[in-house]
């Protein structure tokens, strides 16, 4: 059982990291500093450097929040999908989180974007989203060799799904009335298309 310092700590980093992703989402990335997150939170800014040395560990620290709900929520989902409901279920468990996760997609989304290293690269890129495209992956290459999506490169559709969700992020940050059910029905009537074995192809073997 945690102490009261430890549990007041954990308490404390809890509130700093959700004011940091509340500034983000109002006021942009580059306005979410240090001194307004200790405005927020109602403490001084050196409250806020006690528990995060630097602003940069404080992004850190929403972004590894946002992502381990990311996980947790759409890794669940995916668990298990038959190779034939892959796409459809990837695709619906993005949108679901994105309807019940809009700030904190949108935080990420500004991250994304607005965190540089000091050579100014973007912190996040391409390696970031590696694990979740190779299981993308994987699943799209399992429903293949099981005969229950047609013939496709499977790195080309993870891709293009990843990046179709991207666009409706961004749609969504502009258009907080979008139609998430819509948009979610044209996603996976395209990409199912695009996958699904012909009805008239032979079944596998044991199928």
Known sequence: MPTPATFTATARRTQLIGCTLDAIVELGYQRATVAEVAKRAGVSK???????????????????????????????????AAPEAFVETYISAWVDYYRTHRRPMLAIAAIWTGFRDPDGRPYFGVATLAEELAGVEAALARGQAEGRLRAFDPKVVAVSMKGALDGLLG?????????????????????????????????????
Not at 192 to 199: E, H, K, L, N, V
């Open 46 to 80: 050196g409250v806020v450097t006690y528990h995060f040395a630097a602003r940069d560990d404080l992004i850190r620290a929403v972004a590894a929040d946002v992502f381990a709900s990311i996980a947790a929520a759409v890794g669940t989902r995916l668990a298990g």
């Open 171 to 207: 749609q969504l940050a502009a258009d907080p009335d979008l139609d998430l059910d819509d948009y979610a029905a044209e996603l996976i009537g395209l990409f199912d298309r695009a996958t699904r074995a012909d009805p008239s192809s032979p079944s596998p073997p044991g199928a």
